[in-house]
């Protein structure tokens, strides 16, 4: 019975390395990881490791960063020009254009975040754009405000805002070929925000009819972004 169960199956963690990689498979671990390189490997053309991030808030910033560096991916400083193009978007200090592009607050215009995101990816040698949005200060903190001030809140606040990028986002996706992947990252935990989880999982239908990749985390969206790259160079060797 024991010989016949999967638990047969286990070893030497180092043997099953190399027999995928003699198979030109790579490793993950659970379904997470799996679900992760899939998506990567199916919404993103170039699976490489240069990555720009953006997103409001320079704690995601430098914890993607370290991610990223952890997982052998690159995150090269962008040039000089870039940083200064990017820089106008900003009419007060307290922004940093270096990569991670921190926009300062996660509801940036949407005007002025597309034309950032246009900057990047036509000027920068990087595979794949990152932006992480956060949606508790696009769904609850608005809800929030307008409960306090006696309005009713019939819709989602965040739709139209993550609406109006996905338009921005297939159209420079039209122009480049840069890859964009998306962070909806949902922090919500009190039992009154549980429809921020619907929200989220509709937006992001949305995002993945139009061709882009989307993750629930950053940490998430790294990984895979991580595992597509290891099989292309997998595949060219």
Partial sequence: ATLSHTGSLGGEEQIWQGALAQAGAIQVTGLDEMVD?????????RRGRRIALAGGGGAIGVFSSDLAHRWGLDIPAFGDETRRRLAA?????????????DTGTPAFPLEGLGGMIREITTREPVDVLLLIMLLHPLEVVPAAFMKTAGLTVDESPAEPYLTGLLNILTEIRSTTDKD????LENKTYRLEDVNVELVRRRIAAQYQRQGLAVYPSAERALRGIRNAARVKAMDTK
Avoid: D, Q, R
């Fill in 37 to 45: 390189t899939l998506v990567a490997l199916s919404y993103l053309k």
């Fill in 89 to 101: 978007y900003f009419p007060t200090p307290g922004n940093s254009v270096v990569n991670p592009l």
């Fill in 180 to 183: 964009i992947a998306v962070v």
